[in-house]
């Protein structure tokens, strides 16, 4: 523990924890065994860090939500998985609700200066570039891939291995497996994604017509008929129908004309 920290005995520090110049971790923080606190990093006094992570230069975990109706009174708390790391100057802030966390999941990689607001449910290995800022009560699902100065929008989700274009701007659902660019337009699947995530050819193909279903019909619960035909003993159908069954907010589409519009039965 550098001299110059600042770490209250209250804190509860694990075992082999490293502590860098001019930290601070306030009482009631909980810092898991073998993480590493670089320099200038604030961890609140509502944070959570799992073992084995990572906190670069300036990071601030567990600061108030950025809500003006917030009672700054209310025991909330923010928990970051093991073995995530956050790197330079990266924000995440504290829950609105008491009996829901804000969360990081396991194995995650925040890239500089990203932003994870109040209230997000964050997946395992979730991937946010350079000045992504996800807003309140967000929803990612493992594995997605957010890249650099994209923007999610309170209230919507995420699927899991969706990856979103740089600069994009999301303001709808996005299903699982789908790549988004520009304002909530499906661009087509996330093939890469979906090989790293270990899905075989034939459950790429079954995700592929899925969607052309899917996005063929005007009205979601139509389209849903067609992806339960391809059959419910599928994980990736289970995934889809379920996420789309549970939309509120609407849900990204491809531009009119995409091949993703045309279902092939």
């Known amino acids: 523990m550098h001299p110059t920290a600042v770490v209250s005995p209250e804190a509860d520090l694990g075992a082999s924890v490293a502590v860098g110049p001019y930290a601070v971790i306030e009482a009631g923080a909980?810092?898991?065994a073998s993480t590493t606190i670089d320099a200038h990093v604030v961890v609140k006094a509502s944070a959570t860090i799992g073992e084995d992570c990572r906190l670069h230069v300036g990071a601030v975990i567990g600061d108030d939500p950025q809500d003006?109706?917030?009672?700054?009174?209310?025991?909330?708390?923010v928990e970051i998985g093991a073995r995530t790391v956050l790197r330079e100057y990266v924000t995440v802030h504290r829950s609105t609700?008491?009996?829901?966390?804000?969360?990081?999941?396991?194995?995650?990689?925040?890239?500089?200066?990203?932003?994870?607001?109040?209230?997000?449910?964050?997946?395992?290995h979730v991937v946010l570039c350079?000045?992504?800022?996800?807003?309140?009560?967000?929803?990612?699902g493992p594995r997605a891939f957010i890249s650099g100065n994209a923007v999610v929008h309170q209230f919507c989700?995420?699927?899991?291995?969706?990856?979103?274009?740089g600069l994009s701007?999301?303001?709808?659902?996005?299903?699982?497996?789908?790549?988004?660019?520009g304002r909530s337009d499906v661009s087509g699947l996330n093939v890469i994604g979906m090989r790293r995530a270990g899905l075989s050819g034939a459950t790429r193909a079954r995700v592929k017509e899925a969607y052309r279903r899917l996005f063929a019909s005007t009205l979601l619960a139509d389209g849903l008929v067609g992806v339960r035909e391809l059959g419910l003993e599928h994980d990736e159908i289970r995934e889809i129908v379920a996420f789309y069954a549970a939309s509120q907010r609407g849900y990204s589409r491809p531009p009119q004309g995409h091949p993703l519009g045309t279902a092939e039965r």
């Open 169 to 181: 701007g999301i303001s709808r659902d996005v299903g699982p497996y789908l790549t988004v660019s």
């Open 68 to 77: 003006v109706s917030f009672d700054l009174g209310a025991p909330t708390r």
């Open 97 to 124: 609700a008491p009996e829901r966390p804000t969360r990081i999941g396991s194995d995650c990689l925040l890239m500089g200066s990203s932003h994870v607001a109040h209230d997000c449910l964050v997946g395992d």
């Open 130 to 140: 350079n000045a992504a800022l996800v807003a309140g009560h967000v929803e990612v």
């Open 30 to 32: 909980v810092v898991g």
């Open 157 to 165: 989700r995420v699927g899991a291995v969706v990856m979103l274009s």
